[in-house]
């Protein structure tokens, strides 16, 4: 393999399929000057958070020139529904908010929200991505199952092999704080409870304070969530699943339910920034970073990914 103009990529999850997909589009638009040799990592032990995500894509509570976090979140969210809206892979929903917290506030921020929101099937979101950048990059990309030890001077450890880069792009989500060039923040993990029910042909999202009752109905899904888990010393939170707590949300909700459904709880470590805030950018020369998106991966994504290749 050459070591000229060869891009690693580390990650597989939702900011690294952006990133490749956004690299894929401006190969097809000629916004691009050289052809580059693509490397991908993807981990077979660090699962990736965007698989057990909610994955709700809302501009419920956002306005615009309130703060600069604010605005990219209000053109990240832009950038997702004017692409994707029409993926297989996601749906328009009804979203409505339930009362929480001090009804002053409460109305300052939801009186004028949207009445829908997108969900979005990620597992099937994310293969629908990878199908669309794979054709454009054909035999220019290989791909490898490995793990990232460690990063040189223009160079990266995996635990089988070591490979020379031009630019690296890491994607590690809340691997971060297991890299050995940890950019700070916490690694938080998010929980929800799924069971399977046949509500209808609609999708539709109820909203209350921090939590959320989902119905996806691509795949007659119900989700609850999330409860996060602070509780991060070492780290890396441990999973332990917390039903009873997760489930105590459903009373909080404007539905009937059967009693005998089964529900089955899903965890996710996210990367939280420091300052909660997200990056992307150069943190090393010709090392890249997209890290800090926690609850926003499905939309900063993009963002991030569109002026990365501004580079």
Known sequence: MSEELTDIIVGSGVAAHAFLWTYARNLQNNNLDLPRRIVWIK???????????TSIVSKAGLQRNTSPFGDQLIDSYELFNNHFKD??????????????????QFNKRYSDAPS??????????????????LQVFSSNIEIVFDTIICEKSHSIQLQSRE???????LFLGGG????DKDPGGRAVVGQYAQTHIDLGDKGFVQSKGPHNLIYRSIDKKLLLGSLDDKADELG?????????????????????LPNDLQWEVYSGVRHKGVKRLPFW???????????????????????????FLRL
């Open 176 to 179: 971060n704080k297991l890299y």
């Open 236 to 256: 890396w939170p441990v999973l332990a699943p917390r039903t009873h707590a997760i489930k105590a949300f459903l009373k909080d909700f404007d539905i009937k």
């Open 281 to 307: 950018g150069e943190v090393r020369p010709k090392v890249y970073s997209v890290h800090g998106l926690y609850k926003n991966g499905y939309t900063l994504s993009f963002l991030a990914a569109q002026q």
């Open 163 to 169: 490979i020379n880069f031009s630019r690296l792009f």
């Open 87 to 104: 993926f297989d892979s996601v749906e328009v929903a009804a979203q409505t908010h339930l009362l929480h917290g001090d009804p002053e």
């Open 116 to 133: 829908t929101c997108l969900i979005v099937q990620s597992k099937h979101f994310l293969k629908e991505l990878e199908e669309e950048f």
């Open 43 to 53: 981990s077979p032990v660090l699962p990736t958070c965007s698989l057990t995500s």
